[in-house]
């Protein structure tokens, strides 16, 4: 349990964590772009909400299905999963983008901050697709009982990618916020793509052998 718990807490906090990083990042920056990273983060994490319970649900599903020695159902309901991510992050990236000139004013009246977060809003709906078939992609990996796939590809692409280039663009060629979310955007590219093809590639059959012998050894 704690090998399959561990790698699933970083998958998490990853993510999180490195937003965290970059709300202290902009803290240097000014005061107004403190405000606006934080009307960022708090639109980020509420679109969040959406796909990842519906990544809840898959794991529990497909690690049901895997349980009960069937792959073929698991492999759909996989494919069921991924579209529902798909159709989930463009919902997303219209919402940001179409309203990205009204949405700043639900959270303050300062015309600087405004104006600030109606200008990176396009980029944040970006990388909507990315974070929702990323955050269901951990879902897939934690019912196939595969969380230390997405613990390194995480790691790897927030902190050795993502990071690097925040503060390099952010700061060292003056990007401000807009150099700030780039890494992440990248990251949430990369960990959709790598985990992605990794789940494509699974043998499911093996899968089920190894949830097997795992109940075997319980």
């Known amino acids: 349990m704690i090998k399959l718990a561990l790698p699933g807490l970083v998958m998490v906090l990853a993510e999180f964590l490195a937003f965290e990083i970059l709300t202290l990042a902009a803290s240097w920056l000014s005061t107004t772009h403190l405000a606006a990273q934080s009307v960022l983060s708090t639109l980020t994490a509420l679109t969040f909400q959406i796909p990842f319970p519906v990544s809840i649900a898959a794991s529990t599903r497909i690690a049901n299905l895997i349980g009960a020695t069937l792959a073929k ?96 663009t952010g700061f060292g060629l003056g990007w401000d916020l807009h150099g700030l979310w780039g890494g992440p955007a990248l990251a949430l590219a990369i960990v959709a793509g790598i985990e992605g093809w990794f789940i494509w590639r699974t043998s499911f059959e093996d899968a089920v052998e190894a949830a097997r012998v795992r109940n075997t050894m319980a």
């Open 73 to 168: 159902p698991a492999r759909v309901a996989v494919k069921v999963d991924l579209v529902f991510a798909f159709v989930i992050g463009c919902v997303n990236v219209v919402l940001l983008s179409s309203l990205r000139g009204y949405i700043p004013q639900l959270f303050t009246s300062d015309a600087d901050v405004v104006a600030l977060v109606a200008s990176v809003l396009p980029l944040c709906a970006a990388f909507q697709l990315f974070d929702a078939l990323a955050a269901n992609c951990n879902g897939i990996l934690r019912g196939l009982g595969r969380q230390e796939v997405g613990g390194y590809v995480n790691l790897f692409a927030y902190y050795a990618v993502a990071m690097p280039i925040s503060f390099g």
